[in-house]
């Protein structure tokens, strides 16, 4: 294949992302893990594609949501794919729970900043193994922690505060579904590369489930857009 | 005139799935900075004979991905003794963008028909995502088509549609 000219120190340098997804929310509920994402792929400031998939399940145990360049996604699913195939192999009764996942994914992503060639992407990582929870997340120079509740790119700024407001332990799947749902029309509203196209996914002791996507209703009864040309004169 | 300008294509390439299968399509024009240096170029090329490419971006790039992807899938079909799928074929496309994705600079719209899953369309642009779709635009031109598709693409479309 074309790829190995040595010499040269530019063959592995960090470049630019061309196809990415934007932020990805998830927080800890009474059963397990919701995960929420919207389909959106920009290809700079154009959104190219909107079918994209970015909530995929790991394993028996583990949900990945991705956000930042697409094809580094599909290359860090083939990577879970052989993982998680290795440990099948072992056909020892025992499957990587989401800790054992979250540690591989927080490795690659720092070796990778180390030799100044990241997968460009912030992940996060949820799921539930023997009762235990876990969400962690990880991103491109190999920040990773675990918490109640994670968010990736805008999320961090628009999504975490709101959470921080109104999580609690022991949410139902409902409260938490809703939670989820404010907090993704908030980046509708204010994220230029959302679309309004948002999957949820949960994950739980019995496994994952993929919901299907769905549009969120939004608000734009404002007194302004009623009478728009009253005032209009010098305004703005 | 620059000559050394590398050689765009400023192409508009699209893939449509209907009913039967696929139908790709491409413009002709290749161009060296203002010069036009092919006004009869073929951006859609063979790879096997149940799948093509639609090329976009830098002509030596794609020419060269495809030449590659056409040699690999040889070899692919006479170890499996029957015609490769659009998939493989497209995921080929895919190892080769993404891993030089340092090098590169040319989008790739990937059509055929295979008798597992018939007529499909793979979206592989610059960057290396693969993203299998019911209609793909690419190339430079495709800007002003995305409103069009938007608003007139149906699926099951007869092949005259």
Known sequence: ?236 | MDFNAPHSMGTTIIGVTYNGGVVLGADSRTSTGVYVANRASDKITQLTDNVYVCRSGSAADSQVVSDYVRYFLHQHTIQLGQPATVKVAANLVRLLSYNNKNFLETGLIVGGWDKYEGGQIYGVPLGGTIVQQPFAIGGSGSSYLYGFFDQAWKGRMTKDE
Request: aromatic share 10%; hydrophobic share 35%; net charge neutral.
């Open chain 1, 1 to 236: 294949m074309a790829s190995n000219s040595d010499s040269v120190s530019d063959t592995q340098r960090s470049l630019y992302p061309y196809v990415t997804g934007t932020s990805v929310v998830a927080l800890k509920y009474k059963n397990g893990i919701l995960m929420a994402a919207d389909m959106g792929g920009s290809y700079g400031s154009t959104l190219r594609y909107k079918s994209i998939d970015r909530l995929k399940p790991i394993g028996k145990h583990s949900l990945l949501g991705a956000s930042g360049e697409i094809s580094d996604f599909q290359e860090i699913l083939r990577y879970l794919d052989e993982l998680i195939l290795y440990d099948n192999m072992w056909d020892d009764g025992n499957s990587l729970g989401p800790k054992e996942v979250h540690n591989y994914l927080t490795r690659v992503m720092y070796n990778r900043r180390n030799k100044f060639n990241p997968l460009w992407n912030a992940l996060v990582l949820g799921g539930v193994k023997n009762g235990q929870k876990y969400l962690g997340m990880v991103n491109m120079i190999g920040i990773n922690f675990e918490d109640n509740h994670v968010a990736t790119g805008l999320g961090n700024h628009l999504a975490r505060p709101i959470l921080r407001d109104e999580w609690h332990e022991n949410l139902t799947f409902e409260e938490g579904v809703k939670l989820l749902e404010k907090c993704m029309r908030v980046l509708l509203y204010r994220d230029r590369s959302a679309v309004n196209k948002i999957q949820i996914s949960k994950i739980t002791e019995e496994g994952a489930t993929l919901f299907s996507p769905f549009s969120l209703k939004t608000c734009w009864e404002f007194s302004a857009f009623k009478n728009p040309t009253v005032g209009a004169e010098g305004s703005w």
